[in-house]
């Protein structure tokens, strides 16, 4: 049995899984800073005079580079001490954002966003395989945790950057930077504590031979891709439909907070469900349902719109830690590759959809692009029946 997943002795001792809540604030806090945007993204695009399809380009390129170059990082991470590659990645993300209020064009924010993305490509992949190497028995509900940090991270920095550019002004962003300045130097004194074969393990080679057998792998990627093109959709432009329907900065944030808070709880329901129950059955039922609730919200208007749209964030991240755990049991000696896979390569390939969403919206409406992007959960339910029949089982 590999390194990776064999089950550590102290697997279940207070001091095997404290580093995993050390991994999880760090997330909350690197996501807290590449979530602090979107809800400005309609600032920026009135601040920057940009078209609703130039302002694609964007958030494009941001996620392309942040999630494309994910299992290529993760490969690095794999044989390397991953606690220390945790705090380098926060540390990169968090001195970037911070640097945005002072950007004097949409080119110079886009060079500041894109070496936040390079730090955020190392973390994830790192982190998500770390986490799992930690507690082998309780993957599903240690990935969700690891998630949720990521989440309570992204609802705070949905009110803060918004209070803070409505309230003082964008060159007051600099601010945000203090959290880095003690977390990452933080994890990696605390990586010290945590044995290096747990750090460090011994990683498998891949070729080409490899992936051509995996096509679980390749199915989980593929679902991953169509989950995620929803995902960076809406938070790509949530903000601009909302601008639309007459909503402040600082509802726009609110409803942001609330949607990803809602997320949170969806994570830690399905991470719970996901080692006791069908993870395919899991995998569907999250696809089909958000993808109602999904539309609602871009079909309806006021109070029935904002609770389809909280509902869909829930039923959305039901299924989120299952599709990542299925995909480091099919790479069982590369966790930190797969999750690199089908957390940053399908997000950044989803990036890449965002010029002809945006293109969509302009042409028609961004209810009616958002609408569109909602359906694309429905193939995603149906590819859940290719996967091995094994996988119904909770690990």
């Known amino acids: 049995m590999s390194t990776e997943t064999a089950p550590s002795l102290r697997s279940d001792s207070r001091g095997t899984l404290r580093p995993v809540f050390y991994i999880t604030a760090a997330h909350m806090a690197l996501d807290f800073y590449m979530v602090l945007t979107p809800p400005l993204w309609a600032f920026f695009q009135s ?28 490969y690095f991470s794999d044989g390397r001490d991953r ?27 886009a060079v500041f966003l894109i070496f936040a993305s ?3 490509s190392l ?37 803060t950057g918004t209070q803070i550019v409505e309230r003082y002004g964008i060159q007051y962003l600099w601010l945000i930077v203090i959290p880095v300045l003690f977390l990452a130097p933080f994890i990696l004194w605390q990586s ?35 989950r995620s093109i929803v995902h960076t959709g809406f938070v790509s432009f949530t903000a601009i439909l909302g601008a639309s329907r007459g909503w402040a900065t600082s509802d726009i944030g609110w409803v942001f907070s609330c949607y990803l808070l809602s997320s949170t709880l969806g994570r830690i329901t399905g991470g719970y469900l996901a080692d006791r129950m ?14 109602i609730f999904h539309a609602g919200f871009c079909l309806t208007d006021g109070y029935m719109a904002l609770i389809s749209f909280f509902v869909a964030g829930y039923l959305f991240d039901l299924g989120i830690t299952t599709n990542i755990s299925l995909a480091q049991r099919a790479l069982p000696h590369n966790t930190s590759t797969a999750t690199g896979l089908v957390m940053g390569f399908s997000w950044g390939m989803a990036g890449l ?9 302009e042409w028609t409406s961004t209810a009616t692009a958002l609408t569109v992007v909602s359906m694309v959960l429905i193939p995603a339910a149906f590819l859940v029946a290719l996967l091995p029949s094994d996988y119904s089982k909770a690990r």
Not at 137 to 156: E, K, Q
Not at 278 to 291: N, V
């Open 192 to 226: 010290r504590k945590v044995p290096v074969h747990e750090r460090r393990v011994t990683a498998g080679k891949i070729d080409f031979s490899i992936l051509k057998k995996t096509r679980s792998l390749w199915t989980l990627f593929a679902i991953s891709v169509l």
């Open 353 to 361: 959809a965002m010029i002809g969403v945006g293109s969509l919206a």
């Open 83 to 109: 606690m220390a590659l945790v705090a380098l990645g926060l540390f990169i993300t968090g001195i970037f954002v911070s640097c945005i209020g002072f950007a004097p064009s949409a080119y110079i924010l």
């Open 123 to 159: 973390f994830h992949p790192t982190a998500g395989g770390l986490v799992t190497a930690l507690t082998p028995h309780r993957a599903n509900l240690s990935m969700a945790i690891f998630l949720t940090g990521g989440t309570l991270g992204m609802a705070l920095a949905s009110i």
């Open 47 to 74: 601040h920057y005079n940009l078209t609703v399809a130039q302002f694609a380009y964007l958030p494009t390129v941001i996620v392309f580079c942040g999630s494309i170059t994910q299992p290529f990082m993760g």
């Open 118 to 120: 390079f730090g955020s």
């Open 278 to 291: 069908s993870q395919r059955k899991l995998l569907a039922f999250s696809c089909a349902s958000s993808a």
